[in-house]
T-cell receptor, first 114, second 114 residues
């Protein structure tokens, strides 16, 4: 099976703009989670979607939002970008919604905000 | 909320040396425990996981980890490291009663000298 794919891989934006990142999970996986990775804060959970419903949300401002489509593909959106949003955004998928299911990570989208 | 601490931020070893990376978590309830590895330029990959049963779990590439409930620890070990083990290692937990999101430690960068 193909792994988790994320597009685009690299993105440069300026402050105040908005951005949409895309994630295609492994075929058959219904859960998609998003994480932000920065040198200062490490890996932090953003949100999780399961069968098109947001199940959990991390401690991020409302500028960060997401959605999941019926084919399990997911997008996350960041509005009014700030310099601190520069990060590697990782998407992870798992087959079901159980806590013991392994999460498989994609290569990430590196967002740079100038 | 759960939290994870990895005490060693950077570790440098020579090939064939033994490895032990510390991981402690704080959460009073049932947790699932994971170790992920991120090789240079590659995705996060699962090394091993613990849900229940034998507290000594074996993963890929000769890694193992021991869950010590009384110490809230899940240390990663390998008896003899190789140059190819150079990577960043992340300990993570999720708590089924607190949502299925992974909470990561800050990571440990391991460099193995040939």
């Amino acid at each position: 099976k193909a792994g988790v794919t994320q597009t685009p891989r690299y993105l440069i934006k300026t402050r105040g703009q908005q951005v949409t990142l895309s994630c295609s999970p492994i075929s058959g996986h219904r859960s998609v989670s998003w994480y932000q990775q920065t040198p200062g804060q490490g890996l932090q959970f953003l949100f999780e979607y399961f069968s098109e419903t947001q199940r959990n949300k991390g401690n991020f401002p409302g500028r960060f939002s997401g959605r999941q489509f019926s084919n399990s593909r997911s997008e996350m959106n960041v509005s009014t970008l700030e310099l601190g949003d520069s990060a590697l955004y990782l998407c992870a998928s798992r087959e079901g919604g159980g806590s013991t299911d392994t999460q498989y990570f994609g290569p990430g989208t590196r967002l740079t905000v100038l | 909320a759960q939290s994870v601490s990895q005490h060693n931020h950077h570790v440098i070893l020579s090939e064939a040396a033994s490895l032990e990376l510390g991981c402690n978590y704080s959460y009073g309830g049932t947790v699932n425990l994971f170790w992920y590895v991120q090789y240079p330029g590659q995705h996060l990959q699962l090394l091993l996981k613990y849900f229940s049963g034998d507290p000594l779990v074996k993963g890929i590439k000769g890694f193992e980890a021991e869950f010590i409930k009384s110490k809230f620890s899940f240390n990663l070990r390998k008896p003899s490291v190789q140059w190819s083990d150079t990577a960043e290692y992340f300990c993570a937990v999720n708590a089924p009663r607190a949502g299925n999101m992974l909470t990561f430690g800050g990571g440990t960068r391991l460099m193995v000298k040939p």
